[in-house]
């Protein structure tokens, strides 16, 4: 049973940082696709940032330059480092995970992904 339990969250000012942790457990597949998503109350889920086990990232044009996605496979732990924080990030921010999708906007798709986790809050107070 795939796991994915995000950490890192919390309440920053403007301009701060913050790095967001989500261990996967349970994954077995060489191929695959994790990302980062985010929803705000009142907004739909949002694709923040991907990485596949090529390698490939995207990230949205709102995070591009500020967001880094990485993924420590010594620990199977994707990253999310964020750094010049602004109000608008203000989210839920949740990893997923799937099979192998294919290097595309599709990667940011929420309905591409099967697994999540629960969800970490980030505020981002100006």
């Known amino acids: 049973q795939v796991q994915l339990v995000e950490s890192g969250g919390g309440s920053v000012q403007a301009g701060g940082s913050l790095t967001l942790s989500c261990p996967v457990s349970?994954?077995?597949?060489?191929?695959?696709?994790m990302a980062w998503f985010r929803q705000a109350p009142g907004k739909e889920r949002e694709g923040v940032a991907s990485i596949d086990s090529d390698g490939n990232t995207r990230y949205a044009d709102s995070v591009k330059g500020r967001f880094t996605i990485s993924n420590d496979n010594a620990k199977n732990t994707l990253i999310l480092q964020m750094n010049s924080l602004k109000p608008a990030d203000t989210a839920m921010y949740y990893c997923?995970?799937?099979?192998?999708?294919?290097?595309?906007?599709?990667?940011?798709?929420?309905?591409?992904?099967?697994?999540w986790g629960r969800g970490t809050q980030v505020t981002v107070s100006s």
């Open positions: 349970g994954y077995t597949s060489s191929d695959y696709c």
């Open positions: 997923a995970a799937d099979f192998f999708i294919p290097p595309s906007p599709l990667q940011l798709m929420s309905y591409e992904y099967t697994d």
